[in-house]
């Protein structure tokens, strides 16, 4: 096949725990690809158990990008895996290589594929007060606030997401337009690569079911001694990446403040709360191909040949 067309980027998106990882290396065997992960925590180098970064094994078989990329204090954006995944992108293809972009960050997924939203800038005082407001109230508060000006925002978040909260309500106060409304603007806007989206449809209870069984597996594979060594190497309890799912129960039962049982029950309820935002954030997306897996496999596949077919003739 001649490969001219520079721009095809083939994306596997889905909840955490739907099999994700498992296709991407699949269909990278089957179609000469290299995947690079849209994962926000597989970043970070030494989160590994509690991420569940690709297998050693899965490694090995198909070259991955965009995995231990950083330590668990440096700061990396949406922005920052948009440039590192162009960069990716362009030399995968140099090499004659095809791209298979994987993982559960939808965020990241959107910035590679459209860029980020070009929304009123803020900072200063009003993000100061909106802050201390949050410091008085508590972030549940704070998620209601937006809810009463952009429900459909809301939806999506958590109320830890302080960030994402307080810059939704700034964009509010300034133009009194719902930040969502900016993002569906902008979603009309060119996409910057030629796209097939291939996502994971998986029944909630088998995807719990799932989610349930991987945490035990975390558990008992050593992600408490992988949270051990972190501490010790002096990445605390507060960065950011000590503060996701998992690792900031693994803290908290190291501290003594939890049970090995309540550890693992607050894992398993935080990762199935995600996994339905994941949903929420994947469903709205029209452009999204839904399949069972690995149900579906040969299907899925065939739609891929034949999105190749289509972008490399």
Known sequence: MNRTTADSVLIVCGPTASGKSELAVRLACALDAEIISADSMQIYRGL?????????????????????????DQPFSAADFAAA????????HSRGKRVIVAGGTGLYIRALL??????????????????DEAGCIGNEAMLEKLRLVDPELAATLHPNNLVRIIR????????QIP???Y????????????????GISVDRPLLYRRIDERVERMLDGGLLQEVRGLLASGFGRDLKAMRSIGYKEAVGHLHGELS??????LIKRDTRRYAKRQMTWFKADPDILWFDYPEKFAIILQHA?????QSEA
């Not at 929304?119 to 909106?130: I, K, N, T």
């Not at 993002?183 to 291939?198: G, N, P, S, V």
């Open 305 to 309: 040949l034949d999105f190749y077919e």
């Open 183 to 198: 993002q569906k603007e902008h979603a009309f806007a060119a996409r910057r690569y030629d796209t097939l989206q291939i």
């Open 179 to 181: 930040l969502s409304r």
């Open 85 to 92: 995944a162009d960069r990716a992108i362009h030399e995968i």
């Open 260 to 265: 090995r049982e309540e550890t693992s029950r």
């Open 48 to 72: 590994d158990i509690g991420t569940a970064k690709p297998s050693p094994e899965h490694q090995m078989t198909v070259r991955h990008h965009l995995i231990d990329v950083i330590a668990p």
């Open 114 to 131: 459209k860029g980020l939203v070009d929304s009123p800038s803020g900072g200063g005082d009003l993000r100061q007060a909106l802050q």
């Open 168 to 175: 939704a309500l700034e964009v509010y106060h300034m133009t």
